[in-house]
């Protein structure tokens, strides 16, 4: 069984850090790039970034490059994001997903081939 599960969301102070993890499980890591969307109410899904595990290349949406980074454990089939310096606007429910393109053609038009159930990433001002 396929399986992405994130964990790490919550509520956190504006200017504060959370540190998302996505586990995948049932398919095999390294074929696929691992990226993280977020859909915030009202709005459009963002590709926020992606990594790929068999050669680290990365991809940051220009509304988090310089705050959040991404990482792969493949040991243990784990993608993190670390996010430093949230905004109101970092608000969203964010999903990690498999992908079978390269992160430098990541956005947030990429169609997963799997998906996480999401984890809610609450910015207080």
């Known amino acids: 069984e396929v399986q992405l599960v994130e964990s790490g969301g919550g509520l956190v102070q504006a200017g504060g850090s959370l540190r998302l993890s996505c586990a995948a499980s049932g398919f095999t890591f390294d074929d696929y790039a691992i990226g993280w969307f977020r859909q915030a109410p009202g709005k459009e899904r963002e590709g926020v970034s992606c990594?790929?595990?068999?050669?680290?290349?990365?991809y940051y949406a220009a509304s988090v490059k310089g705050r959040f980074t991404i990482s792969s454990d493949n040991a243990k089939n784990t993608v993190y994001l670390q996010m430093n310096s949230l905004k109101p606007e970092d608000t969203a429910v964010y999903y990690c997903?498999?992908?079978?393109?390269?992160?430098?053609?990541?956005?947030?038009?990429?169609?997963?081939?799997?998906w996480g159930q999401g984890t809610l990433v609450t910015v207080s001002s």
């Open positions: 997903a498999a992908v079978d393109t390269h992160p430098r053609y990541f956005n947030h038009a990429t169609i997963p081939r799997y």
């Open positions: 990594i790929s595990s068999s050669d680290g290349s990365t």
